[in-house]
């Protein structure tokens, strides 16, 4: 068991409080093939959830899209998807360069 330290803020002052850290995960005791049913769950309900938003982008009434918008989601989309899915799965994967900034996509792809 771990241990954590919580300081908690009273009257008087500060109060040291520890208390223990379940260990616990939800797949500690799983198989590895309930592990992927739930993680594969997991991940495409929150890829499903990233896609309609960035679809939403096209809402005209709501959004101003620069020219070419549309046209940069869809190469970084088929880009990512290649990168993270395809060549993941068909251990193609060779190692990228890290150094690039992705801190601000908007700005990478729209420079002014």
């Known amino acids: 068991m771990k241990y954590i330290k919580k300081y908690i803020r009273e009257k008087k002052g500060w109060l040291k409080v520890m208390y ?3 260990d616990n995960s939800r797949t500690r005791n799983m198989t590895p093939s309930e592990k992927f049913e739930y993680y594969f769950n997991l991940r ?3 890829l499903k959830s990233a896609l309609r938003g960035v679809g939403y982008l096209s809402n ?3 959004y101003e899209a620069p ?5 940069v989601i869809e190469t970084r989309l088929r880009e990512w998807s290649k990168e993270f899915v395809y060549d993941k799965w068909n251990r193609n994967s060779k190692k ?5 900034n992705s801190e601000n996509l908007y700005e990478q792809y729209f420079k002014k």
């Open 20 to 22: 223990k850290k379940n």
């Open 44 to 46: 495409m309900r929150l």
């Open 60 to 62: 005209r009434n709501t």
């Open 67 to 71: 020219d070419g918008a549309q046209k």
């Open 96 to 100: 990228k360069n890290k150094n690039r």
